[in-house]
């Protein structure tokens, strides 16, 4: 892609970051996980992160909870230059969105043996209420997506309001500034 050189931001991604805490241990069902490690996690966030690492100058749209793990969100974004003047800090209560996940080798569980996958990989994803879904038209920043070059949209924000109502918003601020 050729990104305008007039533009701060090469690529804004809009939607979800959430928590995602990964097992340590391959091969082992949840209760014998003796660990897990977290990250900053959500297709949305993931693909910032990666484009952030290829060298890409990147701003992320959202909204996080108010509270350590949004700070954490926060905290790991700014440290990987990532523009997060566009996140918003939940007022209402809400969580992040957090998956868990598991790695289960098929060899050592016979009910997954049966698919032919070499590992079965179990997430646990808890997605109620979360505070990306709870985005409002309100809470979009016109000067971030003004200062980008290109912008992202989630499907998955796509599926409830007032999230829905954000990204329309996002895709209506983006054709204003051509984006």
Known sequence: ?????DRRIELTVCGRAGIDLNTTAVGQTFGEIPSFTKSVGGSPANIVQGAAKLGLKTGFIGKVSRDGMGEYILEVFRNRGIDTSGIVIDQTGANNCLALTEIISAEQNGAYAATGDAFHHGTYLYRGNTADTLITPADISEELIASSASIM??????????SREAMFEILRLAKKHGV
């Open 153 to 162: 949209v989630s499907g998955t924000a796509f599926s409830q309001s007032p």
């Open 1 to 5: 892609m050729n990104f305008s050189p």
